[in-house]
T-cell receptor
Framework: GNSVTQMEGPVTLSEEAFLTINCTYT??????LFWYVQYPGEGLQLLLK?????DKGSNKGFEATYRKETTSFHLEKGSVQVSDSAVYFC???????????FGKGTRLSVIA | DTEVTQTPKHLVMGMTNKKSLKCEQH?????MYWYKQKAKKPPELMFV???????INESVPSRFSPECPNSSLLNLHLHALQPEDSALYLC?????????????FGSGTRLTVV
């Protein structure tokens, strides 16, 4: 079945550091890929998405590129801020009427 | 309106109580979802409604009963819950039950069963 594996946290960075959160997936066909962010005490917000190979999703300085050859969708940001502290979930939606599948989440803490 | 609204935000209920969680969206989305999220875990899918019909039930105990009265509303009726059912319950919607669309999530109802 479809699955998502993302790096275990927590990840602690200083402000303005470079961020990478690794995400790889297993799926048949051509899934769509997503990154969601969950701030403390809140629901999930869609951060970015990519629906086909080589697509790059981007939002709020975050980027991720859909790499079919390595089945990856790594999240990156060039300079993190304290306000980026949250839990980040990589997710996949397979072909047809299949629901969203989440990775286990990566907690990011950014310190000033 | 680009939001999914969930009420109440917090709920404390006893094991013999009956309560309901409510979810509303006015984006014209035709698929709606209930998820359960325990602390420090990813959301777990409970139910999927597609065009107001239940299409997926992930073997959820019958003490959870979903209802979709119309295309904008989704309810989750709760009865005889256990303390281990305490969690954040998230509602989500999407444009269509196909792969290109992400989900829009509500802020959740934090449920405590005592």
């Amino acid at each position: 079945g479809n699955s998502v594996t993302q790096m275990e946290g927590p990840v602690t960075l200083s402000e303005e550091a470079f961020l990478t959160i690794n995400c790889t997936y297993t799926a048949t066909g051509y899934p769509s890929l997503f990154w969601y962010v969950q701030y403390p005490g809140e629901g999930l917000q869609l951060l970015l998405k990519a629906t086909k190979a080589d697509d790059k999703g981007s939002n709020k300085g975050f980027e991720a590129t859909y790499r079919k050859e390595t089945t990856s969708f790594h999240l990156e940001k060039g300079s993190v801020q304290v306000s980026d502290s949250a839990v980040y979930f990589c997710a996949l939606r397979g072909t047809g009427n299949t629901p969203l599948v989440f990775g286990k989440g990566t907690r990011l803490s950014v310190i000033a | 309106d680009t939001e999914v609204t969930q009420t109440p935000k917090h709920l404390v209920m006893g094991m013999t109580n009956k309560k309901s969680l409510k979810c509303e969206q006015h984006m014209g989305h035709r698929a709606m979802y209930w998820y359960k999220q325990k602390a420090k875990k990813p959301p777990e899918l409970m139910f999927v409604y597609s065009y107001e019909k239940l299409s997926i039930n992930e073997s959820v105990p019958s003490r959870f009963s979903p209802e979709c009265p119309n295309s904008s509303l989704l309810n989750l009726h709760l009865h005889a819950l256990q303390p281990e059912d305490s969690a954040l319950y998230l509602c989500a919607s999407s444009q269509a039950p196909t792969e290109n669309y992400g989900y829009t999530f509500g802020s959740g109802t934090r449920l405590t069963v005592v």
